[in-house]
């Protein structure tokens, strides 16, 4: 499974931005997935995640409300829509999805907010 993480780039603070993360490979045996993120000099951690029917959703609290997570297995694709972001939200975005036990990450995207 290939994942590939679009969609960032550089917005100011209050504004909105939308990662699409598109899987190719052997796509119908991808289960949950989900959205990562590394800040500047810390660690990588969880934004949100979404099970392979699309209709369980976990996201980190201090999110909850800004962004949502979706998915189209039609399409292969999941999204994460990014409102109200802060310059906290800045951070490499990375695509990660889970294949029969084993963990599949993208090469993550850039998003950038200037205050």
């Known amino acids: 499974v290939q994942l590939v993480e679009t969609g960032g780039g550089l917005v100011q603070a209050g504004g909105s931005l939308r990662l699409s993360c598109a899987a190719s490979g052997s796509t119908f045996d991808i289960n949950a997935m989900g959205w990562y993120r590394q800040p500047p000099g810390k660690s990588r951690e969880l934004v949100a995640e979404?099970?392979?029917?699309?209709?369980?959703?976990n996201y980190t609290d201090s999110l909850k409300g800004r962004f949502t997570i979706s998915r189209d297995n039609a399409k292969n694709t999941m999204l994460l829509q990014m409102n109200s972001l802060k310059p906290e939200d800045t951070a490499v975005y990375y695509c990660n999805a889970w294949v029969r036990g084993y963990e599949y990450w993208g090469q993550g995207t850039q998003v950038t907010v200037s205050s």
């Open positions: 979404i099970t392979s029917d699309g209709d369980v959703t």
